[in-house]
């Protein structure tokens, strides 16, 4: 994981704004977008796994990632590069047994409590959220602000683990969450709100970049 910028694909919000995964995933990778996480609650399992695969093989031309949500088997049957999961998945040990050593896992936290929790777990990044409110994803927490996002990073960064904010970032407020200790932010709803992904993604990637990025 090497971008301030996790591209969140979630089916749902997709279908909502009128693209497919596939046509979605297409204009981020060619915007230059390196990092990509698949989601996709409501699919089956033959359909995540034919999905995951297809693109897996759209970013191996251009050396970009794919993260499955929730789901390492489907990760590690896809070749996908890595899976995150959640508070109510699969702890993250299982998932390393299961993925084996050198794919990524990203681990959700929502408090200090878990976030002491995770640095101590097989992952490469914690993500904290949700930092502002959002409307994509019932998370079941209340918004825990920048200062959340700077203890993971005083936790995280001495283990060599990533911080990965999410939930409600914007593209104005996408560089002050960097500012406070993020490597990366992840965004769905933004990425989608002008009508033009492709260009949007690459606004994030310039914003970003001056900020200092990764």
Do not use: C
Not at 3 to 18: F, M, Q, V, W
Not at 26 to 54: C, I, P, V
Not at 172 to 194: F, K
């Amino acid at each position: 994981m090497n971008s301030p910028l996790n591209a969140i694909i979630d089916d749902d919000a997709a279908i909502r704004a009128g693209w497919s995964v596939i046509d979605l995933a297409a204009a981020y990778l060619d915007a230059g977008a390196t990092f990509l996480q698949l989601r996709a609650k409501q699919r089956s399992s033959a359909w995540l796994l034919e999905t995951a695969g297809q693109l897996v093989a759209m970013a191996e031309k251009t050396g970009a990632q794919i993260i499955v949500n929730d789901r390492a088997d489907v990760a590690r049957l896809a070749g996908a590069a890595g899976v995150h999961v959640g508070q109510d998945d699969l702890e993250p040990a299982a998932v390393r047994r299961l993925i084996g050593p050198d794919r990524l896992i990203g681990f959700s936290t929502h408090s200090t409590a878990q976030i002491d929790d995770a640095v101590q777990q097989p992952i490469d990044y914690v993500a904290v959220g949700p930092i502002f409110g959002t409307g994509s994803k019932d998370t079941g927490y209340d918004a825990v602000g920048l200062r959340l996002v700077a203890e993971a990073a005083q936790r995280a960064r001495p283990r060599g683990l990533q911080v990965v904010a999410i939930g409600g970032i914007t593209l104005d407020r996408a560089p002050d969450v960097l500012r406070a200790g993020a490597t990366s932010v992840a965004v769905i709803s933004d990425l989608l709100t002008t009508g033009d992904p492709r260009a949007r993604v690459a606004q994030y990637l310039e914003r970003l970049a001056q900020v200092g990025g990764v």
